[in-house]
């Protein structure tokens, strides 16, 4: 079954859906049993799938865990989690312990670096980041206490794509776990699991749910990382909304289309913004100017609609000047709904291990499912005002 299908298909049991399309939206605490035998029967029993008490979820989830794991082959299970930064903690939990120390990629989110920093050193995991263009090279950098190696590919700020097969293979020889955040490509372009990743993060929230009107993450794991997964999901009491799941369903039976018209119109406005003379770089994985690009050519089947720019010059006034008149753009966090956003990133003073380093200042974009040509037009005014800027204040 090719993806287009599987977006369609995943989870619609009839035991779930029964006659309708969509499975209904059940919310429950308490779930009544027959008898006390039954109860009793139960309380010995945790599986996927069965009815026992609310934070369990009912088949409102189970259709969202179920869909998910069908879209990452060789995947066990999916455990869903209240927002993206839910899903990286508990992944990161169930593989860690008290004297380990984690491998992380020196362009992750900076959630990600918060809650290595706030919640894992003080528990006496160490956390040493490394280059996301490391490659192979990691093998130089493991410990006999290095225990898991963090991948987020591309990078949500730089767009460094890593070598995850190199980085894959040197941790298969040494037993080491390995969790990819795959939010930026989702499944559809990067089939984390069947690459030999243990466990495949989503912030959900972004192209999955895909309206900009729910917050959820997901992880994804192998047989011999999944009971550890749903163990420590469980034992945190993590449960998402009935009513978020549904949202997160709805948005992942268009997931295949939508992806592939933002990649189109991504890919317009990148390309045209690489034409310009008041942009100094494009950091977009299917340009060749973007760090890591062979590894995109070789490893993805697509590119989805986040990337970045430098100006060719230029300060935080110029750059504001471009984006705070923006019509088609909004302003904010997150991404991978319907919309257009663009946001000033400054990604040096996030980094320990490398230096980012930029002709001028960083612009990010997120392209929606708006007609490229409208965000074009909108752009090229917003360079006329960021060159007005800088006249001015020469
Ligand atoms: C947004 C994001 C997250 C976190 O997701 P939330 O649902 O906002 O908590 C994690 N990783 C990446 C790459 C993201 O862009």
Aim: aromatic share 8%; net charge negative; charged share 20%.
């Amino acid at each position: 079954m090719r993806d287009e299908t599987k977006v369609i298909s995943g989870g619609r049991r009839p035991e779930w859906t029964g006659p309708i399309v969509n499975p209904p939206v059940y919310r429950a605490s308490t779930i009544l049993f027959e008898n006390c035998a039954a109860l009793k029967d139960g309380a010995g029993r945790n599986a996927d799938g069965e009815f026992h008490y609310g934070r369990r979820g009912t088949p409102t989830q189970w259709a969202l865990a179920d869909a998910l794991t069908a879209l990452e082959p060789g995947a066990e299970g999916t455990m869903l989690f209240p927002s993206g930064v839910a899903a990286i903690a508990a992944a990161l939990l169930s593989v860690l312990k008290s004297g380990d120390e984690l491998l992380m990629v020196d362009s992750v989110y900076e959630p990600t670096r918060a809650f290595c920093r706030q919640v894992l050193a003080p528990m006496g995991i160490t956390t040493r980041y490394y280059d996301p263009l490391v490659g192979a090279g990691i093998a130089d950098l493991l410990s006999d206490n290095t225990a898991a190696i963090f991948l987020e590919s591309p990078g949500s700020l730089t767009f460094e794509v890593q070598d995850i097969p190199a980085i894959v293979a040197v941790a298969k020889a040494r037993g080491i776990v390995t969790l990819l955040d795959n939010t930026w490509a989702t499944p559809l372009f990067f089939p984390a699991i069947a690459a030999g990743v243990d466990l495949s993060i989503l912030a959900c929230t972004k192209y999955v749910v895909g309206h900009s009107d729910a917050m959820l993450g997901s992880v994804t794991a192998t047989a011999a990382y999944y009971p550890k997964l749903r163990k420590t999901a469980q034992l945190f009491g993590q449960h998402v909304a009935p009513d978020d799941a549904f949202l997160g369903l709805r948005g992942l039976r268009t997931l295949a289309v939508r992806l592939k018209a933002h990649e189109e119109g991504a890919l317009t406005v990148a390309r045209w913004l690489d034409g310009r003379p008041e942009v100094a770089a494009v950091l977009h994985p299917a340009l060749p100017s973007c760090p890591g690009h062979e590894s995109w050519v070789r490893d993805f089947k697509g590119s989805s609609g986040l990337f970045g720019f430098v100006l060719a010059g230029g300060d935080a006034a110029a750059r504001a000047a471009l984006i705070d008149g923006l019509g088609h753009f909004g302003i904010g966090y997150s991404w991978g709904g319907f919309e257009s956003l663009a946001l000033p990133v400054e990604p040096s003073s996030l980094r320990t291990v490398t230096n980012w380093q930029a002709a001028g200042p960083l612009v990010r974009l997120h392209i929606g499912l708006e007609h490229p040509d409208d965000l074009i037009a909108d752009l090229e005014r917003g360079l006329a005002r960021y060159e007005a800027c800088i006249r001015n204040t020469a």
